[in-house]
C-alpha cells in the first residue's frame, strides 16, 4: 500500500497518465521500437538552395550542428538561383534535368559521423 508522499506523487502521476509507466518494474518496461522513441530530437531545418550547397563543406556544415546540439534534420540541397526547377538537383536523381554535382553523397557520411539523421 502507498501513503504518504508517495500517495500523493503517485495521484498526480496518474493524473497526468503517467502511473502505469511510473509503478511498472523496470524488468517489465520494453526498449523504445523506434529511434525517435529513443530520445528528443532536436531537428534543425536548412535550406541550402540560393547560396547553392556547393558554398558549404559538408565536414564543417555537420559538425556545426552537431555543436549547436541539433541530432536530425530536414535538408533541402537544390541550387534554386532562378526558382525550382528540375535543374537544380544536388544529389543523384532520375527527376534532375540536369546532372549536378552529389553533394548529398559527400553530406550524408559527415552528418552520420556526427550523430545526426538527415
Not at 541550402?48 to 558549404?56: E, I, N, R, S
Not at 541539433?70 to 533541402?76: I, M
Request: contains cysteine; aromatic residues 8%; charged residues 25%.
Amino acid at each position: 500500500m502507498i501513503t504518504g508522499r508517495r500517495q500523493v506523487l503517485v495521484g498526480r502521476l496518474a493524473r497526468a497518465g503517467l502511473v502505469a509507466v511510473a509503478l511498472l518494474p523496470a524488468s517489465s518496461r520494453t526498449a523504445p521500437a523506434h529511434w525517435w522513441e529513443q530520445d528528443i530530437s532536436r531537428v534543425v531545418s536548412v535550406s541550402t538552395g540560393y547560396a547553392g550547397p556547393d558554398k558549404f563543406d559538408p565536414a564543417a556544415m555537420a559538425a556545426r550542428k552537431a555543436a549547436l546540439g541539433f541530432n536530425a534534420e530536414r535538408l533541402t540541397i537544390m541550387s534554386r538561383r532562378a526558382g525550382m526547377d528540375d535543374q537544380g538537383f544536388c544529389f543523384i536523381t532520375s527527376a534532375a534535368g540536369k546532372t549536378n554535382e552529389d553533394y548529398l553523397r559527400r553530406y550524408l557520411p559527415e552528418a552520420k559521423k556526427r550523430g545526426l539523421r538527415v
